[in-house]
């Protein structure tokens, strides 16, 4: 069955850091193309970045550069997503979500609260 | 930054009427707009993909048109199941989402 499943959900201190998981099944995982999205609270849909594993490529969204990392272990067919100095604003649900030409197929999110 | 603009904010409509978004994009994506259905407590799914592609299992009741800058979704008849906020997207540079378009029961 093709499916994507995220780890659960986080809660985390301004300042710190979250690393979500993304194990996909289904299909041959360096083919997949891994994007992140997530969603504050009542808010729309922000891109943060993908990964090409077959071409070896990352790119990132301008307003994520330099605080997030995209990364994957194929052994595992597990993508993750680490995002660094965490600040209220990035309270929000995190998707992981296959696909090129319309992202077809999403976790089921993983929400992740960033309080003191 | 390719920033897409949906139009309107919220649309309130009946079941049997024909709903009609609106997506603009900054400067040319070419094709490369796809749609987005959402609905509270689920993840986005996908609708139409390259502009007018129906997405696998999609009913033919939505269509999607336009290029360039200028791009519509259709919903031929609404069905009670289709009030829900829609969101289009653009891959010609990046990943870019519009605000959203919050279909609701008039």
């Known amino acids: 069955q093709v499916q994507v499943v995220q780890s659960g959900a986080e809660v985390k201190k301004p300042g710190s850091s979250v690393k979500v998981s993304c194990k996909a099944s289904?299909?041959?995982?360096?083919?997949?193309?891994i994007n992140w999205v997530r969603q504050a609270p009542g808010q729309g849909l922000e891109w943060m970045g993908r990964m090409m594993p077959v071409v070896r490529t990352i790119n990132y969204a301008q307003n994520f550069q330099g605080r997030v990392t995209l990364s994957a272990d194929e052994s595992t067919s597990t993508a993750y997503m680490e995002l660094n100095s965490l600040r209220s604003d990035d309270t929000a649900v995190y998707y992981c979500?296959?696909?090129?030409?319309?992202?077809?197929?999403w976790g089921q999110g993983t929400l992740v609260t960033v309080s003191s | 930054e390719i920033v897409l603009t949906q139009f309107p904010a919220t649309l309130s409509l009946s079941p049997g009427e024909r709903a009609t978004l609106s997506c603009r994009a900054g400067q040319s994506v070419s094709n490369y707009l796809a749609w987005y259905q959402q609905k509270p407590g689920q993840a986005p799914r996908l609708l139409i993909y390259?502009?007018?592609n129906r997405a696998t299992g999609i009913p033919a009741r939505f269509s999607g048109s336009g290029s360039g800058t200028d791009f519509t979704l259709t919903i031929s008849s609404l069905e009670p199941e289709d009030f829900a906020v829609y969101y289009c997207?653009?891959?010609?540079?990046?990943?870019?989402f519009g605000q959203g378009t919050r279909l609701e029961i008039k």
């Open positions: 289904g299909g041959t995982f360096s083919s997949f193309t």
């Open positions: 979500t296959r696909g090129v030409r319309g992202l077809f197929l």
């Open positions: 390259d502009a007018s």
């Open positions: 997207q653009q891959r010609s540079n990046g990943i870019t």
